[in-house]
């Protein structure tokens, strides 16, 4: 009986390296790759499968960032598969901070000129965005929807 990977985030990055890494390991896994983008993701299915014709590779769309696509995912994952053996969680975002030229004079002026080029304190700023859930996005991205998503995996 094939194992079955579910893998987050498979559609690039260090999920993409894994889901490459595990076939190469072992070309007759069950492959899931949980990604945002469908159009990417079947890409990637294709890529692969193209390598490792042995492996059975499927999708299931999701967005960690959006509690109704994470309930959706899970119910859909506990209707294709019986079991789990191995679940990688790694979607997740990272925004950018920007530079503040308002904070960077102002902090060059002051007594905390030193702090600040050591700690980058009043100089870095970041965007705090908020999820159509109410919740923080990186907070639900990177955090919260993976929790919800294992969670439920095992209702």
């Known amino acids: 009986m094939r194992k079955v990977v579910l893998v987050t985030g498979a559609s690039s990055g260090i999920g993409l390296t894994l ?3 595990l076939l190469a390991e072992d ?3 069950h492959l899931c790759l949980a990604c945002r983008n469908v159009g990417k993701a079947e890409a990637v299915r294709a890529d692969l499968l193209a390598s490792h014709p042995t492996a059975e590779v499927t999708i299931v769309q999701v967005d960690v960032s959006n509690l109704q696509s994470v309930f959706r995912a899970s119910k859909e994952l506990r209707q294709r598969f019986q079991r789990l053996d191995y679940v990688y969680l790694n979607a997740g975002i990272m925004p950018n901070p920007h530079l503040s030229i308002r904070g960077l004079f102002s902090g060059l002026f002051s007594r905390r000129v030193m702090h600040m080029f050591s700690t980058a304190e009043g100089m870095l700023t970041q965007e705090d965005k908020t999820t159509a859930d109410g919740l923080q996005e ?3 991205t990177n955090v919260f929807g993976h929790f919800l998503l294992v969670k ?3 209702v």
Do not use: I, P, Q, S
Request: glycine share 0%; with cysteine; net charge neutral.
């Open 138 to 140: 990186v907070f639900e």
């Open 152 to 154: 439920r995996l095992w």
């Open 19 to 21: 889901c490459k890494r």
């Open 27 to 29: 070309d007759e896994l």
